[in-house]
């Protein structure tokens, strides 16, 4: 027998064996640590929280296999793994949404109530903001988002998108300009988040159309993803008269079945939750800017509604 063969813990493991048990429980506590982290940058990138786990499985197995001696600082490195993960998937995704059956939302997340206190979180994650990431190329996105968000500097988002940090300091550049052209246009405070969701709640039950034209702005924009299995629209509707209209037929429609509505905070703002005989039906987020909603986002596909059940966790 070896020599290194021979040599044991004082368990009586083999030395080899021991170190790489340790090894592995280090590298289990850095991704656990780091973990919601990583799946609101996966998230932000991929619109999906379901691809958002797939890549987070893909990042532990790589993770698992570092040379720990190799890593400088955890952080950066597991978010430059899964930068790379999510950028393979988001290329694979762009294909999958060109024969998507009618518009396609970001999956929806019910996130706690201490996510809307964090603006800049809140925003970052918001349907209306995954809306506008969706116009970027995807190294455009995971710039963007590394930077904007997850405020990296810029050499460590150059090896993430293996990129020169010149190349990425101009890619910001466009990115942010290019959105900051098309996100909501001022900063809502919880608060104001409740009081409006709240008032376009009680419009919709109690049918009150004034009451609802009162809350939504004129230019108000209504969309839906129902993935071809829900009824969904085909196309966006525009203006307070139409989607005022649409909102209270939709709610007569419905009226025989046993139809509740739950507030609830969706991606870090203000929601609801649709119910029909105590089945999810829809989870409609909200777009607020100056204290009128002009965003209805309604997803219907039941394949993005599994999350909603249960708050999911999203950190910076």
Request: proline share 5%; net charge negative; no cysteine.
């Amino acid at each position: 027998m070896s020599e290194r063969s021979e040599r044991t813990t004082d368990t009586g493991e083999p030395l080899d064996r021991a170190d790489r048990v340790d090894s592995v429980d280090s590298a289990t506590e850095a991704f656990v640590a780091h973990r919601n982290l990583l799946f609101t940058v996966a998230y932000e990138m991929l619109g999906s929280a379901t691809d958002a786990e797939d890549v987070l499985q893909e990042t532990w197995l790589r993770w698992v296999g570092v040379d720990p001696d190799t890593v400088r600082e955890e952080r950066a490195y597991l978010v430059r793994i899964v930068t790379r993960q999510a950028l393979d998937r988001l290329r694979a995704l762009s294909r999958r949404k060109e024969s998507y059956v009618g518009p396609w939302l970001p999956e929806p997340l019910l996130t706690a109530p201490d996510v809307a206190e964090d603006i800049e979180l809140a925003d970052s994650v918001s349907m209306a903001m995954l809306l506008v990431l969706e116009t970027l190329g995807p190294t455009e996105r995971a710039v963007f988002v590394l930077r904007e968000v997850f405020d990296l500097d810029y050499d460590e988002i150059a090896e993430a998108v293996d990129k020169t940090p010149a190349a990425v300091r101009q890619i910001a550049h466009r990115a942010r300009s290019h959105v900051a052209t098309r996100r909501p246009r001022g900063t809502v405070s919880p608060a104001e988040s409740r009081a409006a969701l709240h008032a376009f709640q009680r419009a919709i039950e109690t049918g009150d159309l004034q009451s609802l034209l009162d809350i939504l702005a004129p230019d108000v924009v209504a969309l839906s993803d129902g993935g071809g299995v829900r009824h969904a629209l085909l196309r966006p509707v525009v203006g307070v008269g139409k989607v005022a209209a649409l909102l209270l037929g939709a709610h007569s429609y419905q009226r025989n079945a046993a139809r509740s509505l739950e507030p609830v905070q969706v991606n870090g703002s203000p929601g609801l939750l649709v119910r029909l005989d105590g089945e999810i039906d829809t989870v409609m987020a909200l777009r607020l800017d100056d204290g009128l909603i002009t965003g209805l986002y309604a997803v219907r596909n039941p394949e993005k509604l599994s999350r909603v059940e249960r708050e999911t966790a999203v950190s910076r």
